[in-house]
Nanobody, 124 residues
Framework: QLQLVESGGGLVQAGGSLRLSCAAS????????MGWFRQAPGKEREFVAT????????YYADSVKGRFTVSRDNAKNTVYLQMNNLKPEDTAVYYC?????????????????WGQGTQVTVSS
């Protein structure tokens, strides 16, 4: 089992920034592709960003491209999501997830382990 714990969410005004962290434990973190997803009330969980094991490849949803940056530190077993120029439509619970078989996959069903989520609220 791989345990994932997100942190860093909160309330921010539009145009502001937040940095989410996801700390992993239990298995070899560096073997996994990591992804960030979000889910707003009444909506399906949607893909935000993903990063491969070596951090050599990243991929973003069009809605966050140019504003969000995913990174990882395998020595610290942590993946990050830097979110800049936040908009009210970014309001959601943000989840990190681990994919042990694929690269750059965007569907939640492809991810094997999930964190509990952290709330991000962007006020207008």
């Amino acid at each position: 089992q791989l345990q994932l714990v997100e942190s860093g969410g909160g309330l921010v005004q539009a145009g502001g920034s937040l940095r989410l962290s996801c700390a992993a434990s239990g298995r070899t973190f560096s073997r996994y592709t990591m992804g960030w997803f979000r889910q707003a009330p009444g909506k399906e969980r949607e893909f935000v960003a993903t990063i491969n094991w070596s951090a050599g490849y990243t991929y973003y949803a069009d809605s966050v491209k140019g504003r969000f940056t995913v990174s990882r530190d395998n020595a610290k077993n942590t993946v990050y999501l830097q979110m800049n120029n936040l908009k009210p439509e970014d309001t959601a619970v943000y989840y990190c997830a681990a994919d042990q078989y694929g690269i750059a996959r965007q569907h939640p069903r492809d991810y094997d382990y999930w964190g509990q989520g952290t709330q991000v609220t962007v006020s207008s």
